[in-house]
């Protein structure tokens, strides 16, 4: 079994910062693409950043410039530095991660999910 465990979620005022954490745990060999995803009330889940293992990213348009993601390879965490924060990116963030687990089975396992809320 793999767990995603997410934190560094709060409210914080338009232009402000907060860092986000993710740590991955369990029955893991390796892992692929990490990623943060965010979820608004009544709206679809939608890719934030990605990253793969050898640090490659991928951003959404409305994350570009913004927010950055990086990861620690060796601790199995992923981390969503966000600046410059919005009324709008106001979600529930989670965590993906691309495992494959020491049964060599391959699975995208999903945190449970931090609250950011963005005050104007």
């Known amino acids: 079994q793999v767990q995603l465990v997410e934190s560094g979620g709060g409210l914080v005022q338009a232009g402000g910062s907060l860092r986000l954490s993710c740590a991955a745990s369990?029955?893991?060999?390796?892992?692929?693409?990490m990623g943060w995803y965010r979820q608004a009330p009544g709206k679809q889940r939608d890719l934030v950043a990605t990253i793969t293992s050898g640090g490659i990213t991928d951003y959404a348009d409305s994350a570009k410039g913004r927010f950055t993601i990086s990861r620690d390879n060796a601790k199995n965490t992923v981390y969503l530095q966000m600046n410059s924060l919005k009324p709008e990116d106001t979600a529930v963030y989670y965590c993906?991660?691309?495992?494959?687990?020491?049964?060599?089975?391959?699975?995208?396992?999903w945190g449970q999910g931090t609250q950011v809320t963005v005050s104007a």
């Open positions: 369990g029955s893991i060999f390796s892992i692929n693409a």
């Open positions: 993906n991660a691309e495992v494959w687990n020491t049964k060599w089975e391959f699975h995208s396992y």
